[in-house]
Structures are given as C-alpha cells and as structure tokens.
C-alpha cells in the first residue's frame, strides 16, 4: 500500500518532471517537486504556525494555571483544556503537521534515490507517462547530484536551517511574557539555544553524508519555509 498510494504516484510525478525539465535536469525536477509537495502541506503548515502563535498568547494563562493547580493535576488538565477550547487552539495541530509528512518524505526520498538515477523503473511507471529521453544529473550544470560530501552545500543547508530556527524563535521572544519561574525560563531559554544552533549542524552534518540531491531537497525546502513563515504571520497579524 505504501508503494501502491505514495512512492508509486511521487515517482510517476518525478519522473514527469524531469521529462518536462531543460535538458531533462533532475535538480529542476527536484525544486519543482519540493514547492508542490509544500504546496499541498500549506494548509498543516498554517495550522501549526497559528497553533504556536495561539499558544505564546496564552502563556501567561496557562503559567497562571499552573502555579495554581500544581497539585491538582486533573484540575490543572481541565483547565488548560477548556482554555484552549475558549481560545479555539489546537495544541496538536503542529504535532499533526509534522507527522503527516514523515510518510511523504520517506517516499520522496525512494522515489528519489532507491531506483537508482539515470536508471528508470519503468514498471513503476503509469502507461500515460513516459521515461524522459535525457536524464541529467548535473544540477546546472556543476553539482552532481549522486555525490556526497559537498561542504559548500552543506554549510548552505545548515545556514539556511539557521534562519528557520531563528525566525520561529522570533515568535516567542515577540510575544507575550511568561510568568514562569527564574530557573524554569531560564532552561526554556537554553533549549531554544541548543535548537538554534544543533538543528542547523545537524541538517549541515546529514546533508554532508547524503547525496547532493537531499541537501538541494533540504535547502529548497528550508526557503520555502522561510517565505511560508513570513506570509502566515503577515497573514495572521492582518487578519487579528
């Protein structure tokens, strides 16, 4: 089912492109994949950024009801609930749209790399798409796509990832303040540090290791994330 209902379609779709891309350019073929595939995700996306956003707003309320019911803990889980029914979060929103696209990028990365480039799997193919006659695995020309262990790209990708972090940090530091403890802020505060930092050495460490063609994946995908960013909270801010 998993071939049948994903990997078989984002082949099909794959290929599709890299038939239609100049010079049949598989890193073309790539970018364009990555933006439909955040495309169809846009609406998780919205919904895990508004949920965040609805959280931070809230936070001084649920610190309040935390240091009031911290020793009654179903008390304490029915109102943070009810608070976020009034407030109309949902707190597993950002949970679900992450989960729904480890599914996708496993089947990318199949379709990407398991059926061995320039070779095409022709059985996977559906009759009404045909195997491109050139298939170029030189992105522009310079960067191969199969090699591993580009540190320019690398460096690219954990910059990227960098800006990723920090701009969704922005959201907690712009918005409202917590009333939580000296010690407890205080290790908030050196978590999202470690993330700022460890996230973007590890997508740098991983793109390193992988062939080029997961860091463009990588890359193209943190650019878009950074344009998705922008326009939900403009689009957000507008709308409150």
């Known amino acids: 089912m998993f071939e049948t209902f994903l990997i078989k379609p984002l082949y099909n779709a794959f290929i599709y492109l890299i038939g239609v891309a100049p010079g049949g350019d598989v890193g073309f073929a790539i970018i364009v994949m990555t933006i439909i595939v955040r495309a169809v995700f846009y609406p998780a996306f919205t919904a895990s950024i508004r949920t965040q956003m609805g959280m931070q707003a809230v936070q001084g309320e649920i610190d309040e009801i935390n240091t009031k019911y911290k020793d009654n803990s179903d008390e304490k889980a029915k109102r943070t609930m009810q608070l976020f029914k009034d407030k109309k979060i949902r707190p597993f929103a950002g949970f679900i749209a992450i989960l729904v696209q480890i599914p996708i990028f496993i089947a990318l990365y199949y379709a990407f790399f398991r059926e061995d480039l320039p070779r095409i799997a022709t059985h996977l193919l559906y009759p009404f798409v045909s195997a491109p006659p050139v298939v170029n695995l030189?992105?522009?020309?310079?960067?191969?796509?199969?090699?591993?262990?580009?540190?320019?790209?690398?460096?690219?990708?954990?910059?990227?990832?960098?800006l990723v972090v920090y701009v969704s940090l922005l959201r907690t530091k712009s918005g409202p303040q917590s009333t939580l403890a000296p010690k407890k802020a205080q290790a908030q505060a050196m978590q999202q540090n470690m993330m700022l930092y460890f996230m973007p050495v590890l997508f740098a460490v991983i793109t390193y290791s992988l062939p080029a063609a997961a860091g463009l994946y990588f890359g193209v995908g943190n650019l878009i994330s950074l344009g998705q960013e922008l326009l939900i909270r403009r689009q957000l801010i507008t709308k409150n």
């Open 138 to 162: 030189e992105f522009l020309g310079f960067l191969n796509l199969l090699a591993s262990h580009n540190i320019f790209l690398a460096a690219i990708v954990g910059g990227l990832q960098y």
